[in-house]
């Protein structure tokens, strides 16, 4: 039978370290790239960035390598009385400074724009001015090209301005747009890339197989929310959303492909990472994870099998 492979890549600020290093080691174990393995890649924030970065032909290791240098920059871990005044202000105002996060993705991705995708996109994200959720997407199947001439860099920006973290993304390009990250509607992309293929893209559903990576997932309560209000909730309802959101995809994604849909990602600890916990031991630790996943028999042999196996690309691209 034919195959169509979707790669979906879920958000979650610096733990994307897990998923650089998942598909890093999958790449060294396969010996075959990320890029020449997949018909559509979709990925949110710092999916978004990942699937940006292979599309454009980066290999998994230099994106791994973005993370672990770049990290402790974007998402730097001071003191207790700085960390605690960030928590205030992340009250009334963004915690974090997106100054950092542009400045290496500029320096990453350079002038590089979506039409020079060399795999079919789709990166979410929310159209914060006019209220409504936002695809950026690659001109591929029965889309257009509307999207083609953004920087890769205001896309990744855009896709990863995480709400209460970072400010609204600007676009350069359309004058007076804002967007904010797409993990508020879609931090695991996996159904997009289901529906991009069959709806968009004309793959019958039998057809479709989709890895889908995640950033690590923890326990997850909210009992001692039960009766609370807004200032008690504070970041705590961006975590139910994503991980409500999370959790809804996984289910509908397995249910609709059964055996075709392979999902890595490990358990932790609660509190063990944080998506905006830059230091350096903490991106060890997250790659040392990533590594031992893609190392896991089911997921080496079963990734092998389906996806990074040397078959053909169904050549969709360009349409």
């Not at 997949?38 to 230099?62: P, Y």
């Not at 990863?160 to 695991?188: C, I, M």
Request: with cysteine; glycine share 10%.
């Amino acid at each position: 039978m034919a195959m169509f492979r979707v790669l979906s890549l879920d958000g979650g600020g610096i733990k994307g370290t897990f998923t650089a290093s998942v598909l890093a080691e999958l790449e060294t174990l396969c010996g075959k790239r990320i890029q020449d393995s997949f018909d559509l890649i979709v990925g949110t924030s710092t999916g978004g960035i990942l699937a940006l970065g292979l599309s454009l032909g980066f290999e998994a290791k230099t994106l791994l390598d973005f993370y672990v240098n770049e990290g402790p920059k974007i998402f730097p871990f001071t003191g207790r009385v700085s960390r605690t005044r960030a928590s205030i202000r992340q009250l009334f105002s963004s915690k974090l400074s997106a100054q950092p996060l542009a400045k290496a993705l500029e320096e990453i991705l350079g002038e590089k724009r979506l039409s020079d995708a060399m795999t079919p996109l789709v990166i979410p994200a929310y159209d914060a001015v006019e209220g409504r959720i936002y695809l950026f997407k690659t001109a591929h199947g029965s889309n257009g090209k509307q999207d083609m001439d953004m920087k890769a860099a205001d896309v990744a920006l855009a896709t990863s301005a995480a709400p209460t973290y970072f400010e609204a993304a600007k676009s350069k390009e359309r004058l007076g747009a804002q967007h904010v990250d797409g993990g508020v509607w879609a931090n695991n992309p996996a159904m997009i890339g289901i529906v991009e293929a069959q709806a968009f893209l004309n793959q019958p559903l039998e057809e479709i197989h989709l890895l889908s990576v995640g950033t690590t997932s923890e326990p997850f309560n909210i009992s001692q929310h039960t009766n609370s209000g807004v200032a008690k909730w504070n970041v705590g309802l961006l975590s139910l959303m994503m991980e409500g959101q999370s959790e809804a995809a996984n289910a509908q994604a397995r249910l609709l492909l059964g055996k075709r849909f392979h999902r890595i990602n490990t358990l932790v600890k609660g509190g063990q990472y944080a998506m905006d916990d830059g230091r350096s031991e903490k991106i060890a630790e997250l790659l040392q994870l990533g590594r031992g996943e893609a190392q896991k028999k089911i997921n080496r042999e079963g990734v092998e099998k389906a996806f990074l196996n040397g078959t053909p690309l169904k050549q969709i691209w360009p349409s």
